[in-house]
């Protein structure tokens, strides 16, 4: 008889049971998948939910000071960066359409993409 196994929210394991090492053992594999599941169910409930507090506070500290993962990370471009992207895009399109090797040999022909 295998013995009572707790929730999969508790980090109790299960005792073991006299001689029954085989199913004691095999208890405490079933119990990590179980722990590992709820893991999974946590973490990607976690990503779902708003920024806490906390969390926030940090944002603001690692773009204070530059490092990734800040509030820089997450920003928008702007409209003339936005455009030349879409600039640059469009180029590779019409290179790769021509047989032409993307990106160009030459630096300088990115460059002057520039839009007034």
Request: charged content about 30%; overall charge positive; glycine content about 6%.
């Amino acid at each position: 008889m295998v013995g009572h196994f707790p929730s999969i929210t508790s980090t109790a394991c299960p005792e073991p049971l006299g001689d029954g090492t085989d199913e004691y053992i095999s208890g405490l594999k079933q119990h990590h998948r179980k722990l590992q599941e709820h893991d999974k169910r946590l973490m990607m409930h976690a990503r779902t939910c708003e920024l806490t507090e906390t969390e926030k506070k940090l944002r603001e500290y690692l773009a204070a000071t530059g490092r990734p993962g800040g509030l820089a990370s997450r920003r928008e471009p702007s409209r003339s960066h936005a455009r030349q992207m879409v600039a640059i895009r469009e180029a590779k399109r019409a290179a790769l359409k021509a047989g032409k090797p993307w990106p160009p040999r030459d630096r300088r022909s990115l460059k002057l993409l520039e839009l007034s």
